[in-house]
């Protein structure tokens, strides 16, 4: 049992004593490697809907994501700046061949003093893909799409120039 | 115990390699958006169109957009200042509109429905553009063809004015 013990004991200082006492070794190269791809950057052109004249009831329009002529039922827009309604064109710039997920915040606020308006339903351009929210950069790492969304005029709607901004969002899938 | 430690963490890196691939870097812009609310466009009249009293003879009547009267033959009786019809546009500043005037009005005797007259009428100008502060006028004229014998009384009548944005 004593004899046991002390093999025991030897087993255990030896491995200690091999190495520090720099002994056989081996060594290898490991390889490491990130990837770095150009950030996506999204810049968007305002999107202007042009003068409209409200009515006594709420009204609305909506600009089409691919652009021109906008839907306007209640016959609200002055028809002389129709033709200057422009949909929100987005630019995206990231790595060449990536694709990408487009977002919106689901309402956003147009003011004028303490008047506003709501713009919602945000809408994309379509791609030929039939997916227009997962888009892919070009090979120059490029992408574009136009936003469109209905714009909510109230009854008697204050007149004067409303401005404000939307949300969107792009990450790479 | 370092076998348990090993796998608990192996499984937890496997986990967050998902969330972090359907997660990635995002960008966002607040684009911005713009809309111009205009004054509604309204029209209404200042002065009633007013052929003046006349004569029951056969003949016409008019009544220049200008104001001017003229009848062929000389049928107007005087004490009564024939009028264009005057109206009053206001809007939005420095907007063009349109207006549109019906082709014709039917005047009526006042106790006498079966007694009319007809007559056409023109504006002065097809539009305009409304001024610094909003505002602007146009007038309408017309020609009143009145019948041999037309019975005696006062005729009136009603036709529509109305004005749009360009």
Redesign the interface.
């Known amino acids: 049992m004593r004899l046991i013990l002390a093999a025991t004991a030897a087993m255990l200082v030896l491995p200690s004593a091999v190495f520090a006492q720099a002994g056989p070794s081996s060594s290898a190269t490991a390889d490491a490697s990130a990837t770095v791809v150009q950030p996506l950057q999204v810049d968007c052109d305002t999107m202007h809907f042009g003068q409209l004249a409200p009515l006594s009831s709420p009204t609305y329009v909506i600009m089409p994501a691919q652009g021109s002529p906008l839907e306007d039922p209640y016959d609200i827009v002055v028809p002389g700046t129709r033709d200057f309604a422009t949909p929100g064109n987005c630019h995206v710039t990231g790595e060449p061949g990536l694709s990408y997920h487009v977002s919106f915040a689901d309402s956003a606020t147009l003011s004028h003093g303490n008047d506003t308006m709501t713009l919602s339903a945000f809408t994309i351009s379509q791609e030929v893909d039939g997916q227009p929210y997962d888009r892919l950069l070009s090979s120059t790492g490029s992408n574009g799409f136009g936003v469109g969304a209905k714009l909510n005029v109230g009854a008697n709607q204050p007149p004067g120039l409303y401005t404000g901004t939307y949300l969107v969002s792009v990450q790479y899938n | 115990m370092k076998a348990l430690l090993a796998t608990a963490a192996a499984a937890a890196f496997v986990i967050a390699t998902p969330a972090f691939a359907q997660?990635?870097?995002?960008?966002?812009?607040?684009?911005?958006?713009?809309?111009?609310?205009?004054?509604?466009?309204h029209v209404s009249q200042t002065t009633g169109l007013n052929f003046g009293s006349i004569a029951a003879i056969a003949g016409t009547v008019t009544v220049g957009s200008n104001g001017a009267s003229t009848s062929s033959p000389n049928m107007l009786v005087p004490g009564v200042t024939p009028t264009a019809g005057l109206f009053a546009v206001t809007?939005?500043p420095g907007?063009?509109y349109s207006n549109t005037v019906a082709g014709d009005v039917t005047l009526t005797n006042t106790t006498d429905s079966n007694a009319t007259m007809s007559a056409t009428l023109s504006p002065s100008a097809p539009g305009g553009t409304l001024s610094t502060t909003g505002t602007d006028s146009f007038t309408v004229g017309g020609v009143l063809t009145v019948a041999d014998a037309q019975k005696p009384g006062s005729y009136s009548g009603t036709y529509s004015v109305s004005v749009?944005?360009?």
């Open positions: 997660a990635g870097p995002t960008s966002s812009v607040n684009a911005d958006a713009d809309a111009t609310i205009v004054t509604p466009i809007g939005e907007l063009a749009q944005y360009n």
